[in-house]
């Protein structure tokens, strides 16, 4: 089946520096990658979706700025969480498409980020 | 080796009647269990969840059973809608140690006329 790879599992840094987190597709093109950021009680926020090739589309409240997304492969999208500070810390979870009307969606197994 | 096991890739149901969606889990530690529904082209949203100190959650058309003896859980839809073709994706947790969501790979639902 298909699978997602996302990389580091977990990075502790210090508050002002930059993260970056990847997800990668790795038996298949993703159109379309979703980022995730998990909340206390495991739920699920949206944080973007990037289609590749192009900008991506933030949901409302998620600053652009802050988390940079770029999606510049069929294979490969990348997460910075610039300046990060302690209030950033979370799991960041993404997914992958590989488009069409089928609707699949494949789950990477998060990145653990800690900010001291 | 999957955590979180949705052991059937697709099923169809006719529309009134009722959709049992499956998982299992082999992590013991789990203690929170999530439904997630994904339409096409979007991202997927949350639908009911159940901590494991009960074996039943209720919430509409949607139920969710829990049976930690068995590690397994299921989603109950009754009446099944039209709306309800979509694919749902179990998820599993251990909120003590804080950990991350564990995903299933999805069960496409579609419900029949």
């Known amino acids: 089946g298909a699978v997602v790879s996302q990389h580091p599992s977990w990075v502790i840094c210090k508050s002002g520096t930059s993260v970056k987190i990847e997800c990668r597709s790795l038996?298949?093109?993703?159109?379309?990658m979703f980022w995730y950021r998990q909340f206390p009680k495991q739920s699920l926020m949206l944080m973007a979706t990037?289609?590749?090739?192009?900008?991506?589309?933030?949901e409302q409240g998620v600053e652009k700025d802050k988390f940079l997304i770029n999606h510049a492969s069929l294979t490969l999208s990348t997460l910075t969480v610039t300046s990060a500070h302690p209030e950033d810390s979370s799991f960041y979870i993404c997914?992958?498409?590989?488009?069409?009307?089928?609707?699949?969606?494949?789950f990477g197994e998060g990145s653990r980020l800690t900010v001291l | 080796d999957q955590q979180v096991k949705q052991n059937s890739p697709s099923l169809s149901v006719q529309e009134g009647r009722i959709s049992i969606l499956n998982c299992d889990y082999t992590n013991s530690m789990f203690d929170y269990f999530l439904w997630y529904k994904k339409y096409p082209a979007e991202g997927p949203t949350f639908l009911i969840s159940?901590?494991?100190?009960?074996d039943k959650n209720e919430d509409g058309r949607f139920t969710v059973f829990l049976n930690k003896s068995a590690k397994h859980l299921s989603l109950h839809i009754v009446p099944s809608q039209p709306g309800d073709s979509a694919v749902y994706f179990c998820?599993?947790?251990?909120?003590?140690?804080?950990?991350?969501?564990?995903f299933g790979k999805g069960t496409r639902l579609h419900i029949l006329p």
């Open positions: 990037s289609n590749e090739g192009s900008k991506a589309t933030y």
């Open positions: 159940i901590s494991s100190i009960k």
């Open positions: 038996d298949f093109q993703a159109t379309t």
């Open positions: 998820a599993a947790s251990s909120m003590n140690r804080d950990d991350k969501i564990i």
């Open positions: 997914s992958a498409s590989g488009g069409g009307a089928t609707g699949e969606l494949f």
